[in-house]
């Protein structure tokens, strides 16, 4: 061995070790950074080198359309220190002279940390010289954001104080989840746009155009230079009125707990207009509430039952074969349809025997209709599924909602085969599929004259308060049926809520119009009588009869207890219509004051100076001109005429017991404590009773007891 190798092979080793060691080192703490400390490290990153950077464009609001603001993007923030940026701005000393106040502060705005765990964490970050320390761990609305900044060093700028932010757009709903389904939702990163309802329909009117930036060092600074800037969103303004949706969602939802039922709808549209001012679509959920899970109100396909008893009347009235007087006989409330039994609900009863067109259609006779449509339209039933067509009762809306539904009406030309059966059990319900808004836009073109618009969920564009663009009412067809048929038809669903079995859905205020539904929910193959045998209860129809200003349909589906159109769903519908007529159909009270009327109130005996002079401030005709001029009281009565108050002075003697029959407490009391009497009073309002009869003697120091009720 040559002398000193040994030595040699023992320094290259030590340096070989060493030099492993650092590769070692260095590997490991790139994968620390690659992995573990990424963010920490892009976070830093994108505070000193920013290219191209998108700034997001401020979505726009959805708007009721009475000027409720009900979706809108409000900033939050997660909040930051950099403990570096202190301590080179000599501000150290500073944050830890304020840090009791700081963390107090912070305890006030977030009281579900104290104090003391706001002093421990920020000391911890300041111990890690940590440059993008999280303060909260949760994002903070703008409100309390402007709090934190008004805290001792927190209120310097981000390179003196250390504190800094990251802002998220959020969208928000301030009527919680009231119009939720027609609202529709956005992702939670909202980069990814909107997933369903107006959000996502208008998706590309609401979000506007992002910009872009860049960061650029200047005079030793580094600011941020805006190469594009965003342009925000527009504002869409809806036809949900919030007074309207709430009072359907509440009628509703009570009467769905009250029945346990699976789910329902309500909608309200405007007649002339068809803006939708209220969409409610509830479904039980797991915890036994309800929630807008699905816009089942334009998307769930189902048997309408008896409401389409009007369409299928309506046919056979355009067509000439009946007329509202028309005799069919039901018997017994049975009967054979090509070998399968009709029945109608009463059949248990004896059926109706010997009914109208009017009748059938007040009493949903199933018979009724059945038998009038197989009789004139079994030979040829393409001429029953043609006149259907010709209202338009199917013609696709295209409302522009993800997932909505058309009607489903397949005459013989659609169905490889027609069966004998298939038209009378159409004509009742049956073998059609409707979402309930279409059914309701065909009610509310009866109650439209006849003119069948397109239901609008949405009226204007808007941006900075300025309309843009306004979406006219549509007409889907001018002219459903002749004035005759319409008239006839009217007159009938009229008479279905005053003589049939729709007087739940009726209102002693107003005049109510519409038709039940009670149908079977199908299960698919199994069938309509496989286990429990579900059913669907409607009632749709429209308000005031006279003059329709609304209309609205109600559907419940899997109601507990006897399923009834009338009852479970009317009742609903009355409730809805009787709030909605109070709050947004009442009467200028100045209309209905009669000019040549003379109003005199009722006015109190007593002190009738007193009441003189509130009568002439009010310029109501009164006989005071006959008062005695002065300022001490006159006791007298008031009586009430047709043209003016009539005040009487009484004559009053000191050894006697006044009358205050008819005077209000305060004088009573005046009056009779004047003359030396104790005075105990029970009740409220005018005294009718004194246990001391009036005119007789009086005696210092009696109680006097006085009964006084409105």
């Known amino acids: 061995m040559i002398p000193g190798q040994k030595y040699i092979i023992r320094r290259y080793t030590f340096i070989l070790l060493v030099v492993t060691l650092l590769i070692i080192a260095v590997i490991g703490k790139a994968a620390v950074i690659m992995f573990a400390e990424r963010q920490y490290w892009k976070d830093v990153a994108d505070r000193f080198v920013r290219e191209n950077v998108t700034i997001p464009a401020t979505r726009g609001n959805i708007i009721s359309s009475d000027g409720k603001l009900m979706a809108s993007s409000l900033p939050e923030y997660k909040i930051f220190m950099d403990f570096v940026a202190v301590k080179n701005a000599n501000n150290d ?328 059966t298939t038209l009378p059990w159409m004509s009742i319900g049956y073998e059609t599929m409707f979402p309930p808004i279409y059914l309701l836009n065909f009610y509310n073109a009866i109650a439209n004259n006849g003119v069948m618009v397109k239901p609008k969920f949405v009226k204007a564009i808007a941006k900075n308060g300025d309309i843009l663009k306004e979406f006219p009412t549509e007409t889907v067809n001018p002219k459903i049926c002749s004035d005759t048929t319409l008239q006839q038809i009217q007159y009938m669903l009229q008479k279905v809520v005053s003589d049939g079995l729709a007087k739940q859905a009726g209102s002693k205020q107003f005049h109510v119009s519409g038709k039940t539904g009670t149908a079977q929910i199908s299960q698919g193959k199994q069938g309509y009588k496989s286990g429990k045998t579900k059913y669907l209860v409607s009632f749709c129809g429209y308000f005031p009869s006279e003059k329709p200003q609304y209309s609205c349909i109600v559907s419940i589906e899997d109601p507990s207890g006897y399923p009834s159109g009338g009852v479970q769903a009317g009742s609903v519908f009355s409730r809805i219509a009787e709030r909605i007529y109070a709050k947004h159909l009442y009467k200028d009270l100045a209309q209905a004051k009669d000019s040549t009327a003379i109003m005199i109130p009722d006015v109190k005996n007593g002190d009738i100076r007193e009441a003189a002079m509130v009568l002439n401030t009010l310029d109501i005709h009164s006989n005071s001109t006959s008062i005695p001029a002065g300022h001490n009281p006159v006791w007298g009565r008031v009586t009430r005429t047709a043209n003016y108050a009539d005040l009487k002075k009484t004559n009053s003697n000191e050894r006697l017991v006044p009358n205050v029959k008819g005077m209000g407490a305060k004088d009573a009391v005046f009056l009779l404590e004047s003359q030396g009497l104790h005075v105990r009073l029970s009740g409220m309002g005018k005294v009718t009773q004194q246990s001391i009869p009036p005119g007789s003697y009086l005696h210092k120091g009696q109680t006097i007891i006085l009964t006084l009720k409105h």
């Open 93 to 420: 000393t500073t944050l830890m002279n304020h840090l009791t106040e700081i963390c107090e502060g912070l305890h006030q705005i977030f009281p579900d940390k104290s104090a003391r765990e706001f002093r421990r964490h920020i000391l911890n970050g300041r111990k890690k010289k940590s440059r993008n320390y999280q303060l909260y761990p949760k994002r903070i609305s703008y409100i309390e954001y402007k709090e934190v900044k008004k805290l001792p060093v927190f209120n310097l700028n981000k390179f003196k104080g250390g504190f800094h932010e990251l802002a998220y757009n959020q969208r928000k709903k301030p009527f919680g989840s009231l119009a939720a389904r027609t609202l529709g939702d956005m992702y939670p990163d909202m980069s990814l746009g909107a997933k369903n309802g107006i959000e996502l329909t208008y998706d590309s009117i609401l979000k506007g155009k992002n910009g872009i930036t860049h960061r650029q060092k200047v005079m030793n600074k580094y600011l941020d230079i805006v190469d594009i800037p965003p342009v925000d969103g527009c504002d869409i303004i809806t036809t949900i009125d919030v007074d309207m949706q709430d009072i359907a969602e509440k009628a509703l939802v009570d009467q769905l707990k009250n029945l346990n039922a699976q789910s329902g709808v309500a909608i309200v549209m405007e007649v002339a207009s068809g803006e939708v001012k209220a969409n409610v679509n509830m479904t039980r959920a797991g915890d036994g509430n309800y929630y807008e899970m699905r816009n089942n109100a334009v998307s769930n396909l189902m048997e309408p039952g008896s409401t389409f008893k009007t369409a299928s009347i309506m046919v056979a009235l355009e067509d000439g074969y009946i007329t509202p007087d028309y005799v069919v006989d039901t018997g017994n409330g049975i009967v054979n349809m090509h070998g399968s039994n009709m029945k109608d609900w009463n059949w248990h009863h004896g059926g109706y025997g010997k009914i109208s067109v009017t009748q059938i259609l007040g009493y949903s006779s199933n018979v009724g209709v059945s038998t009038i449509i197989d009789k004139f339209y079994g030979s040829n039933p393409q001429k029953f599924i043609d006149g259907l067509r010709r209202m338009s009762i199917d013609t696709p809306l295209h409302l522009g909602f993800a997932g909505e539904a058309s009607p489903r009406i397949l005459g013989p030309k659609e169905r490889s085969y027609f069966a004998k």
